[in-house]
């Protein structure tokens, strides 16, 4: 269960992880993958977050974040994580655009590097940090 700093539960629109990984697989293809931006309640946090799928990749964009501060995006990482080895991705592209934000968050950039983030420039997006994972499928 992940939970805050002051033990209260961290949700996402409602949600634990592992109700969401519950879901049917056509019921998160609607909840996710809408071909648009989603503006999402994660815990304290309000994301503008788009989730693509092409062949073996799963891309997860991350565009704005507002509040958070109660592992947010480790939480997310997590979730996304075990759905792309679930679902058989051979890999996830991260991209986050925070690198030139009105109001940029020091701590936002020290977590996306410490989680090996480079920044980039992404073809057909620009300036982000980016990041590829590979995975293994669950047996």
Same mark, same amino acid.
């Given at each position: %269960?992940?939970r805050?700093s +002051?033990?209260?539960?961290?949700?996402?629109?409602?949600?634990?992880?592992n109700? @969401?990984?519950?879901?049917?697989?056509?019921?998160?293809?609607?909840?996710?993958f809408?071909g648009?931006?989603?503006? &999402?309640?994660?815990?304290?946090?309000? &994301? =503008?977050?788009?989730?693509?799928?092409? *062949? +073996?990749?799963?891309?997860?964009?991350?565009? #704005?974040? +507002?509040? *958070?501060g109660?592992?947010?995006?480790? %939480?997310?990482?997590? =979730?996304?994580?075990?759905?792309?080895?679930?679902?058989?991705?051979?890999? /996830?592209?991260? @991209?986050?655009?925070?690198?030139?934000?009105a109001?940029?968050?020091?701590? &936002?950039?020290?977590?996306? &590097?410490?989680?090996?983030?480079t920044?980039? +420039?992404?073809?057909? @997006?620009?300036?982000?940090?980016? =990041?590829?994972? /590979? #995975?293994?499928?669950?047996?």
């Amino acid at each position: %269960m992940n939970r805050s700093s +002051d033990g209260t539960v961290v949700t996402i629109e409602g949600y634990t992880p592992n109700e @969401i990984l519950a879901f049917a697989p056509e019921q998160f293809a609607t909840f996710v993958f809408t071909g648009k931006p989603l503006v &999402l309640s994660i815990g304290t946090a309000r &994301l =503008l977050a788009e989730f693509r799928r092409s *062949g +073996d990749t799963l891309t997860v964009e991350l565009a #704005h974040a +507002d509040g *958070g501060g109660e592992g947010v995006l480790p %939480m997310l990482f997590r =979730l996304v994580t075990r759905y792309a080895q679930r679902e058989g991705f051979a890999r /996830t592209e991260w @991209i986050v655009h925070a690198v030139h934000c009105a109001n940029p968050n020091p701590k &936002l950039r020290r977590v996306l &590097l410490r989680r090996g983030f480079t920044r980039t +420039d992404v073809p057909n @997006i620009g300036e982000a940090f980016y =990041l590829q994972q /590979t #995975h293994k499928a669950e047996p």
